[in-house]
Every structure is written in structure tokens, then in C-alpha cells.
């Protein structure tokens, strides 16, 4: 009898970390070439927060595409005649696809605030600026919402021109929920699309020899008047 109790109590506990809600709050703060990411993670008592600079992220992955086309010994953009690796953008896409569907459709976003504020060279050109994001909101909107489920009530756009200087900066206060099962089980789908795909994991284990080869490479510097041995 002792172990039918211990059974339905680890089944109770197993439920309640399944509805358990975890939500994700989104801040991005964008100014012309600058931008920064904050990520803000509550399940119940846990908290996790992270600053993340994108300008800093995007400097980085063109370098990794440099040297990724010096690799391959592709053409560089203009003369791109295939893609940079065997599994790339779409395919990768189609594998974890499933999963990421499940996921998006699980998803609640009682918050999503979005403030643009777009400056040209004169009034004619911050007013045509303005009317063009006034276009790209609401299409990102119509997106989301047939990705995720917006609520209505916590939707706010504003687009604002600015007349005095070029200008673009960008402010977006988003907030995601889902619970905890149904997050596992979206990780576990894509995981199970990414073993069943032959072409996934030859890609992935490509890269990680690739980021080996480039990690073996990395010697310390042994000066000038030093041999390969470090010794004088």
C-alpha cells in the first residue's frame, strides 16, 4: 500500500511541473547600429536574466561566415553559388519544424509593445519612413498572430516619426508563456526530428569539426626570439 501512495505522489509531482507555467520576458532596446537584448526567465521560484548585445552577436556571426565561405573556398555575397553548409536555413528548419509548430501554438503572449521611431533626411522622407513601419508592424503582428496566441488587450503599436535627425531606434516589450511540459515536449520533438534525419547529424557533427580544427589551430604565441618550443 506504502508504494501505491509513493506512486501517486511522485504522479501528482510529475503533473504539477508539467502545468507549471514558464514565462519569458523580452526587452529590446535598439538604437540605429546598437542593440541589446534583455531575456528574463521566471519558473516559479527560479529566475534567470541575460544581457545580450546584438551588435556584438551580429559582428560575430559574419566573421564566422567569412571564414566559413575561406573554408570552403566559396565566393564571397554576390558570387554565392550554394549554400554555406549542407544543412542550412530551410532544411534545418524542416527537421526541427514539428516541433517548433507545437511549441508556437502552446505559446500564450499576454504582452507584446512594440515603439518605432524612424527619422529620414527631411519631413518627406521621415513621413514615408513612418508609413512603411506603420506596414512592417502590422504584418509582423499578422504572423505572430498565426503563430502565436495574442491576447488583444496586451497589443500596442506605435510608429513615430522624427523630423529633426535620421533616425531609428526600436523598443519591444514582449511577453511569452508556456508551460513546462508542453516545452519538453516540443524539445523532445525537435530532438527526435534531429536523430531520425541522416543529413542533420552528419551537419552537426561537421561542425563540430569544424569548431575543433579552428579551436587545435590556437596555439599560444611564443615570441620572436622564441622556437616552437618556447624555448629561447
Known sequence: MGWLIGAGAVLLALAALALLPVRVHLTLAQANLQASLRVDVRAAFLRLIREIGLSEKAADALEQVWHRWRERGEPLPGGVRE????????RLAAV??????????ATRC???????????????????????GWSGAYILLAQLGRWLRLEPGGVAVAVVPNFQRQ??????????????????????????????SREARAWLRDTRRRKGDRSGERTPDSGPDEDGDGKP
Do not use: H, K, N, W
Open 110 to 132: 499576454p504582452r507584446f509593445r512594440l515603439r518605432l521611431e524612424v527619422g529620414g533626411a527631411d519631413a518627406c522622407d521621415s513621413a514615408l519612413l513612418a508609413g512603411l
Open 96 to 105: 526541427l519544424g514539428p516541433g517548433l509548430r507545437y511549441l508556437a501554438r
Open 167 to 196: 533616425l531609428l531606434r526600436t523598443d519591444l516589450d514582449c511577453i511569452l508563456s508556456v508551460r513546462l511540459g508542453q516545452a519538453t515536449l516540443a524539445v523532445a520533438m525537435m530532438l527526435r526530428g534531429v536523430m531520425r
Open 83 to 90: 549554400s554555406i553548409a549542407p544543412m542550412d536555413g530551410a
